[in-house]
């Protein structure tokens, strides 16, 4: 019973604290003579004012001829009504200061938003002129906005921030995370170019492979060739060469892609997904060539051999 008691009654309170905040709360979207606050000074003096008038005067038609007389009556309610006028003076302050605080936050959330995508591209057209590449192995970015996340975590439409943060090595694990599920799936799977390419999709990259430059500087990978160690050494160095887009981002940046290099050495140095890898390249040599065809086959790990 007490406890219900005690329920109601907060109830009642919040309800209570809800009204008023709602009645004194300035709001600078509205105007200020839409405002309950603006006008409850007035109304509280008008009627102490009003109320006194007609108690402590007497009005009449012979007073019209007497202004002095007049004046003398009102001066007592004129005087209580005046103080209202302080106290709407200090509302129309208030909800002019809001006003101006409002117009302040939508400039700055204007200019945030400028400076956000205009630093974003900027990152963009510097990503695309790296050039990561090899005589037959390149890299296109076709989601740049995925790596300006990473380097750039503190960055939002609504609020433009370049500041180093340690939420870049934090996405940067996701990541990793990702390619290493990712790699530990290849090891039971068969693969094709379209896996091999776009095995770092996750970090809006993918890789063009020349099979034609391939055949004819070497007619076939070679068994000591190892693809993903290649693969692991273009995104490194793409990603080192971003750490040089914004000097004052450049330690957590470095420390970042430092992080991916030790992380992915596994993926580098498997054996095992190397000759996925390179099978896969050679197979796709072999199409074009019918005594390879001929002669590579699949394994029982689905890879030509």
Request: proline content about 4%.
């Amino acid at each position: 019973m007490f406890s219900r008691l005690l329920s109601g009654l907060h109830r009642v309170l919040s309800a209570c604290k809800g009204c008023i905040t709602a009645f004194v709360k300035i709001d600078p979207q509205k105007a200020l003579h839409r405002h309950y606050i603006f006008w409850l000074p007035v109304f509280v003096a008008g009627t102490v004012s009003l109320i006194a008038g007609i108690t402590t005067a007497e009005f009449g038609l012979e007073h019209l001829a007497y202004p002095k007389r007049t004046m003398d009556a009102l001066a007592y309610p004129l005087f209580i009504l005046s103080f209202a006028l302080p106290v709407v003076l200090a509302v129309g302050r208030f909800h002019a200061s809001a006003q101006r605080a409002e117009s302040i936050r939508i400039s700055n959330s204007t200019m945030s938003f400028k400076h956000y995508f205009d630093h974003r591209d900027a990152f963009s057209e510097y990503l695309r002129q790296i050039d990561s590449s090899t005589q037959f192995m390149q890299i296109r970015v076709i989601k740049p906005f995925i790596l300006y996340e990473v380097f750039f975590p503190n960055s939002k439409m609504t609020s433009f921030d370049t500041s180093p943060s340690n939420v870049s090595i934090e996405l940067i694990d996701v990541f990793i995370r990702s390619l290493v599920k990712k790699a530990e799936t290849l090891k039971s799977s068969r693969i094709d170019m379209h896996v091999v390419t776009s095995f770092f999709d996750s970090l809006g990259l993918v890789f063009e492979i020349d099979i034609k430059k391939i055949e004819e500087a070497y007619g076939q990978l070679s068994v000591d060739t190892q693809p993903a160690a290649i693969m692991v050494r273009l995104v490194y160095e793409l990603l080192e060469h971003l750490c040089e887009f914004d000097r004052d981002n450049s330690p957590v940046a470095k420390t970042t892609v430092k992080r991916f290099k030790n992380e992915l050495l596994f993926f580098s140095g498997n054996n095992e997904l190397n000759n996925k890898i390179r099978f896969c390249i050679n197979r796709e040599i072999s199409k074009n060539n019918p005594l390879l065809s001929a002669t590579y086959g699949y394994n029982k790990w689905g890879i030509y051999k």
